[in-house]
């Protein structure tokens, strides 16, 4: 109002705002069509991934083939390496199936952000399953990761695409 009187003045209430210095969104999909890994990374447990193409549209899908006759095919089967907030939330999300119906010893898989487990999927479906897990980030980098807890090789045999990391609002 133009007065000197400063107690007469309005006071409003004070607005406190958040300033994003640069875009820390993450949203990563590999669906493996390009025949490659998308920077993922085969541990001991995905040795045996093959691209297989699963329709005449000429998409791939990865194909874990635990063909070898040794029983120890347990551990990562897939993991790569993100840039990360630290306190933001983090999905993992992937498509799977189960191979060899009716076989003895289906995959045991478990979704992993660092140290965060999903629970244990037991994988007896031929059809594709979505499965997702999130996790809040501690640090500025995470690892995610795809584990088998089955280590037996016969009917341990699964399909795998889809593979997407985002970060959650």
């Known amino acids: 109002d133009g007065s000197p009187d400063e107690s ?10 958040k300033i994003k210095t640069k875009d820390t969104s993450l949203d990563d999909f590999t669906d493996f069509n390009d025949r490659s890994l998308g920077g ?27 063909s070898e006759q040794l029983d120890n095919h347990s551990g990562i089967v897939l993991e790569k390496s993100f840039s990360a907030s630290s306190g933001q939330r983090y999905e993992f999300t992937i498509d799977v199936k189960k191979e ?11 979704l992993k952000i660092d140290d965060n487990r999903s629970q244990t999927h037991i994988i007896n479906n031929m059809n594709w399953s979505t499965y997702s897990f999130t996790a809040t980030a501690t640090s500025n980098t995470m690892t995610v990761s795809l584990l088998n807890l089955e280590a037996r090789w016969n009917g341990n045999d699964f399909s795998l695409d889809n593979f997407r990391v985002r970060s959650l609002l």
């Open 100 to 110: 060899n119906q009716g076989s003895p010893n289906p995959p045991n898989l478990v």
């Open 8 to 17: 007469i003045a309005t006071t409003f209430p004070e607005l406190k705002l």
């Open 40 to 66: 993922w990374t085969k541990g001991s447990a995905g040795r045996e991934i093959q691209f297989i193409s699963g329709d005449s549209s000429g998409n791939y899908h990865l194909f874990n083939n635990t």
